[in-house]
């Protein structure tokens, strides 16, 4: 049986362009499941439904396939358990196309190899970005992660305490700043030097 799954991200958009595609292939509207829900949201309950309904030779037809999960990722990580379940999953309107209710089909095999393929370059992509916008952050010295929730004034007197050769032991004691709080958001020291090289002269020695 041929089950079919439509969904939009909010409720002001419109699912019946995707149900149709799905009625014209021959799925009945009592079998397909819709959701207007976000791909970012776990709960689900139309792709929930759908996929507690499946059964072995089933096949779960979608527009495209990213109604189906969040990112290439986990559109191939369902593809994969329905799988080993016996439910195939179909797309209709995607440049790539997807069967994987037919084993034996050697392009369909391979569609499913891109789709692994795509998966990774899209985690590859994401971890590059993420560590290229904390450099950037860093190098104009934006603080990265959660806001800072500590008093700046205490982490100002922290920092002459530690200057004025507090232990950091002290320093918690005299503040209140846990110690990871105090790691976090002390600027580090000066680095020294571990060589005989001389320092090179400042400003003012020129």
Known sequence: MELGYARVSTAKQDLERQIDALREVGIAADRIYVDK?????????????????????????????DRLGRTVRDTLNLIHDLAERGVGV??????????????????????VV????????????????????????????????????VDPDKLAYAEHLRES????????????????SLYRHLPPRPAESVTAEPEPPTGSDQ
């Open 37 to 65: 829900k976000s791909g970012s949201t776990v709960n689900r309950p139309g792709l929930t439904a759908v996929l507690e309904y499946a059964r072995d030779g089933d096949v779960i037809v979608v527009h495209t396939l």
């Open 90 to 111: 179909r797309n209709l309107a995607d440049p790539i196309k997807v069967d994987s209710s037919n084993p034996e089909d050697p392009m369909a095999q391979l569609a």
């Open 114 to 149: 891109l789709l692994a393929l795509f998966g990774q370059m899209e985690r590859t992509y994401t971890v590059e970005r993420a560590a290229h916008a904390r450099a950037m952050a860093t190098a104009k010295g934006r603080r990265v992660g959660r806001p800072s929730v």
């Open 165 to 180: 050769g507090h232990t950091i032991a002290e320093i918690v004691t005299k503040t209140g700043i846990t110690r990871t």
